[in-house]
């Protein structure tokens, strides 16, 4: 589903809304958002129930980006909520306030009063999660009319992310590529204190997969390709992930230093907690990157190397589902699903051998075929456009 690319969008005020989930994937999705329209010339207000993540994540904050306390009941926010919207995103299902709605509402009906021109209507959209099943397609830029309520009479609109031309797109800033291009892989690994020569390394960014005490053993087996290979764990979960193996399945003595060596082909080195600038840096640099989540998985797809997701496990068993979708979508070749499927299930099955060669094969095209597509924000700004002409 196409739109048109000549609507006037310049100088927008946004309003996102978005509640932080303990994964914090969710914040990373709508900051990112924020940020990238800001540096396209628009005015946002993120709504963020918990704040306290960007001191790490994004501590230098983003010129164009003004951060709000989202407290209930709004009323301690009076004056922000009497400031003009031309755009709503809730973000992930999260629901507007109705306080936010009524003084939308109330600055249409006093723009009218005051016989200044009549503000429009925001256009309101609920951004949704990204998925590559069927349903996207169909369900992408579907209106809902809001029938009571502040909000009776006006439309709410429901925007897909998503991997094919009929679907949202993905995030993309229009200078990533470029920064890429411009990325000295040696100069951040000397800055990392980490080898520059003589290892492959991967990064190791996941919840606790059953499956992990056996990539540990295969790596310190096998290595990537038959070399040694220094896997950089992520701050959190994975850290503790992978020191609860080392003590469990290793035996191995866990101290306070930040490298770990076994007794094979495997070096393991601990981050800390990275802005979002700063991972993609890391995805960059590594050889093999396994992610968790929506924001780290597409930033792996834009770095081009191979990478192995972790998805958000759900009770329903939902998540099977949605991660099958994605490898047949993108076309992965049977050893990468087969690893894949390991590493999400917890089947009682050894964990396959990597194959970096063709993973790699398969992640410069899938890659190649994205950057083919019109990015997220680049898609929201022009359905936003066709809306209020």
Not at 117 to 144: D, F, G, M, T
Not at 237 to 258: G, M, N, P
Not at 305 to 317: E, K, L, M, N, R
Not at 347 to 370: E, G, V
Request: glycine fraction near 6%; charge should be negative; hydrophobic fraction near 45%.
């Amino acid at each position: 589903m196409s739109f048109p690319t000549d609507c006037p969008t310049s100088q927008l005020q946004w309003a996102i809304f978005c509640r932080v989930i303990d994964n914090f994937g969710d914040l990373g999705v709508c900051w990112r958002l924020a940020c990238d329209l800001a540096q396209r010339g628009h005015t946002v207000q993120l709504w963020l129930d918990d704040t306290s993540a960007l001191a790490w994540l994004a501590p230098e904050g983003c010129s164009g980006v003004q951060v709000i306390a989202w407290t209930h009941p709004l009323s301690a926010q009076a004056a922000e909520l009497q400031r003009a919207t031309d755009v709503m995103v809730e973000a992930f299902g999260c629901e507007i306030d109705p306080e936010f709605i009524a003084a939308q509402a109330m600055n249409m009906r006093s723009s009218s009063l005051n016989d200044s021109e009549k503000l429009p209507q925001p256009v309101w959209i609920n951004l949704e999660y990204l998925s590559a099943e069927s349903y996207v397609e169909r369900c992408h830029a579907l209106p809902s009319l809001q029938s009571s309520g502040p909000a009776a009479g006006w439309t709410k609109w429901f925007f897909y992310p998503g991997f094919t031309s009929q679907t949202g797109g993905l995030l993309r800033e229009e200078n990533l590529i470029t920064r890429q291009a411009q990325f000295d892989v040696t100069a951040w690994l000397g800055a990392q204190g980490l080898p520059t020569i003589g290892e492959k390394r991967a990064s190791l960014f996941c919840y606790e997969p059953a499956a992990l005490p056996d990539l540990l053993a295969q790596m310190d087996q096998h290595g990537l390709q038959g070399e040694p290979v220094r896997l950089l764990v992520a701050a959190g979960r994975a850290e503790r992930a992978v020191q609860t193996a080392l003590k469990t399945a290793f035996k191995h003595q866990i101290d306070s230093k930040s490298t770990h060596c076994l007794p094979g082909l495997l070096s393991i080195s601990y981050l800390p907690l990275l802005t979002q600038n700063q991972f993609d840096h890391l995805l960059w640099a590594c050889d093999l990157n396994f992610v968790r989540g929506e924001d780290s998985l597409v930033r792996a797809l834009w770095a081009g190397q191979p990478w192995v997701w972790h998805i958000y496990p759900q009770s329903d068993g939902a998540h099977h589902t949605k991660l099958q979708a994605l490898l047949l979508r993108l076309g992965a070749p049977a050893c990468l699903q087969a690893f894949h499927h390991v590493w999400n299930e917890g089947l009682q099955a050894p964990l396959p051998l990597i194959d970096l060669a063709a993973w790699r094969a398969f992640a410069a095209d899938s890659r190649a075929q994205l950057l083919k597509q019109t990015d997220l924000t680049g898609q929201l700004l022009s359905f936003v456009g066709g809306k209020k002409s």
